[in-house]
């Protein structure tokens, strides 16, 4: 999905940086773009979901349309409705690359999918949308490995600092496993759920 805006102006509108890049243009100015950014301070429970849901779109890199089909699908489950939201949204593909270090942010995470870099279970996938279940493996194609963005993933430039203990990464083997679902504290996503829920269900 393409956004026009730029990250960092997106990154003080929500609050949290996108962007590794982003982070030193957060800290030194974290408040709102524009003229009258430090002063804004109008808000109302609507303003406060709505921003809730802007910010894990962002952190996610959704449409609007993919955010609600994923909400209308955890719905129908028993438990909590946010966190099997996220549990759903972390085992795209695209999150998982990113988690797993093959990538450095969510947006090239999506283009290394979309550009057929990737495998699953020895298939190319070319859908940053794709859900993956426990023991599903991730693996950049063999004709990929040489090309320098996965060069530096492999030397682990864009290893986290935290590593998901749901995922066994082999970062020199450039593959990834699945091996269980996310527990909720278990994903670096900056969210208040359940005020996503309370948005579309009202």
Do not use: W
Not at 14 to 37: N, S
Not at 70 to 89: C, P
Not at 135 to 141: K, L, N, P, W
Not at 155 to 161: F, I, N, R, W
């Amino acid at each position: 999905m393409n956004q026009s805006r730029p990250k960092v102006k997106r990154s003080r509108a929500l609050g949290i940086p996108l962007t590794p890049k982003c982070v030193r243009y957060f800290e030194r100015r974290p408040f709102p773009p524009g003229q009258h950014g430090r002063a804004r301070k109008s808000t109302s429970d609507y303003k406060i979901r709505l921003l809730e849901k802007q910010r894990l779109k962002a952190q996610y890199d959704l449409s609007e349309g993919q955010l609600r089909r994923a909400f209308t699908r955890v719905a129908r489950l028993e438990g909590k409705t946010g966190e099997a939201l996220i549990v759903d949204l972390e085992t795209r593909l695209d999150a998982l690359v990113l988690r797993a270090g093959l990538a450095r942010t969510i947006y090239q995470a999506r283009q290394v999918v979309t550009h057929r870099h990737v495998t699953v279970n020895g298939h190319r996938v070319d859908r940053p949308s794709a859900r993956l279940r426990p023991g599903d493996v991730i693996a950049v194609a063999a004709g990929s490995r040489t090309k320098p963005p996965f060069l530096a993933a492999a030397a682990g430039a864009h290893a986290p600092e935290r590593p998901a203990p749901y995922l066994a990464v082999d970062l020199a083997a450039l593959t990834v496993r699945l091996v269980r679902l996310p527990l909720r504290p278990e994903v670096p996503v900056v969210c208040q759920e359940q005020l996503v829920v309370e948005h579309y269900s009202r």
